[in-house]
């Protein structure tokens, strides 16, 4: 089970942080994910993080999110953070957590996610 939370509403330029934190899972080793989903769209990658061996992960970020978004993760906590940083009216959308079995892979594909957080709305004035 997947629980998100730190939507709200922000003036574009300012910041918010997205939390998701895991139950009944080992976590570790599993590629979490941050989507979002803006009215009439599809769902989006937004940024991922996952096991890439020994105590090492590697995280990626959609070019739309590049230099002003970073993801980072706790195992300690099974949980993982979406900073979101110089935000503008264009990042407004539900924002969803997403965990994937396929340890050391991180798909962009919304489908093949195995597990959900139910969303959290951000909405960026202008």
């Known amino acids: 089970q997947l629980q998100a939370s730190g939507g709200g509403l922000v003036q574009a330029g300012g910041s918010l942080r997205l939390s998701c934190a895991a139950s009944g899972r080992t976590f570790s080793r599993d590629t979490m994910a941050w989507f979002r989903q803006a009215p009439g769209k599809e769902r989006e990658f937004v940024g991922g993080n996952r096991w890439s061996g020994g105590s090492a992960y590697y995280a990626e970020l959609a070019d739309s999110v590049k230099g002003r978004f970073t993801i980072s993760r706790d195992n300690a906590k099974k949980s993982v953070y979406l900073q979101m940083n110089s935000l503008k009216p264009e990042d407004t959308a539900v924002y969803y957590c997403?965990?994937?079995?396929?340890?050391?892979?991180?798909?962009?594909?919304?489908?093949?996610?195995?597990?959900w957080g139910q969303g959290t709305q951000v909405t960026v004035s202008s």
């Open positions: 997403a965990a994937s079995l396929r340890w050391s892979q991180l798909p962009t594909t919304a489908n093949v996610y195995d597990y």
